[in-house]
Every structure is written in structure tokens, then in C-alpha cells.
């Protein structure tokens, strides 16, 4: 049984946190976070599958109050950098036999920015606008196992939610917090030298 190992993107493949996101819609709406937080969360779903476009989504969210229709996208694009550690902690594990891949809940413009050059190297891609599921719904582990029967999965994501919902469905998982951390728990599940 071959082994594969897919990791998110925003997080973990690339530098980023939710919270500077939050920050730029605080800053350009003038109102905290916290006011919209609960609709962002209820529609943000419908976003990552593809089934709304950015501009539907803040239409759906602020009921007429303006906003950059692309702030996500753009905040995105200026803020995240690669985690070149982590980014070659996956070319690594290629160069040891194993299958690479990525599963991420990404906006159709978001995916649109990323760099194809690095994920060309990837043999397994999962991006929830794609394949119309997002994590944690646990269809979308049903999706990956199915995709990817034969093989042994190691899944990586910073958020615990993704984290738990691929472990009910037997899949191994790793938190990820920082670089070091994820080398020590992967060469401890995969009994390879890193």
C-alpha cells in the first residue's frame, strides 16, 4: 500500500491566518469582526464549493453595506507567503517514495493566485472549489479515501475541526502548528528519517 500525505494549503503550505483576513474587513468596514462573524461562518461553505462567487458571498453577508467584493482573494494574495520549510518537508517526502498532495477549502479567485508552479508537484490535488466539498464535511474525506483507495493517507491542517473530522473517518492526522512539530510527528507515523 502506497502512502500519501496531503496538506492544506492556507496554514500550512503557505503562511496565513484567518485573523488578517478578519483584520482587513474590520479595518475597511469600520465595525469589528465579531458583528458579521456569525453570517461570514453560516456562508463560508457555499463559498469554498464554488456554489457563490466572492461578490455573492458579501452580498449575502452584509445586506447592502459595501465592500470590496475581492477583499478575500486580495488579502490573500498580500499576505500569505509559501512556507518554504514546509514546501520542501513535501518535496522531501517525494524524494523518499511517497505520494504528495494537497486538500484544501480554497474561493475559485483564491486558487486562481496560487502559484501553479509549486503545485504541479503535487500528485494529488483536492481544492473544495473543484470537487464542490469543503472540510469538515465529512463527505469530502469520503470523497479523498474513495480518490485515494490504495493508498495510506496522512493528512496535515491547522484548524482542529479538520483535523478531528478526517480522524473519524480513519484517516491519520496531524495538527499543525509550526515546522519542527510537524517533521518530529510525521517522521514518527511514517518511521522515516527526515
Do not use: C
Amino acid at each position: 500500500m502506497k502512502n500519501v500525505i496531503l496538506f492544506d494549503v492556507g496554514g500550512v503550505l503557505l503562511r496565513w491566518k484567518d485573523k488578517w483576513l478578519f483584520d482587513e474587513v474590520s479595518q475597511e468596514l469600520d465595525i469589528p469582526f465579531e458583528k458579521i462573524k456569525e453570517r461570514f461562518n453560516a456562508n463560508i461553505s457555499e463559498l469554498f464549493i464554488g456554489k457563490i462567487s466572492e461578490n455573492q458571498f458579501w452580498e449575502k453577508i452584509m445586506e447592502g453595506k459595501k465592500i470590496n467584493p475581492k477583499i478575500i482573494s486580495q488579502t490573500f494574495k498580500k499576505r500569505s507567503t509559501v512556507n518554504n520549510k514546509v514546501l520542501n518537508l513535501a518535496r522531501s517526502m517525494k524524494k523518499h517514495g511517497f505520494d504528495i498532495g494537497i486538500l484544501s477549502n480554497i474561493t475559485p479567485e483564491t486558487r486562481r493566485i496560487l502559484s501553479k508552479q509549486w503545485i504541479e508537484e503535487f500528485d494529488h490535488v483536492f481544492f473544495s472549489d473543484e470537487i464542490k466539498l469543503a472540510k469538515p464535511d465529512p463527505e469530502i474525506f469520503s470523497y479523498v479515501k474513495n480518490k485515494l483507495s490504495g493508498h495510506q493517507i496522512i493528512f496535515i491542517d491547522d484548524k482542529q475541526e479538520n483535523v478531528d473530522a478526517a480522524k473519524r473517518h480513519g484517516i491519520q492526522s496531524i495538527l499543525f502548528e509550526e515546522y519542527h512539530a510537524l517533521r518530529k510527528d510525521l517522521t514518527k507515523q511514517i518511521l522515516v528519517a527526515l
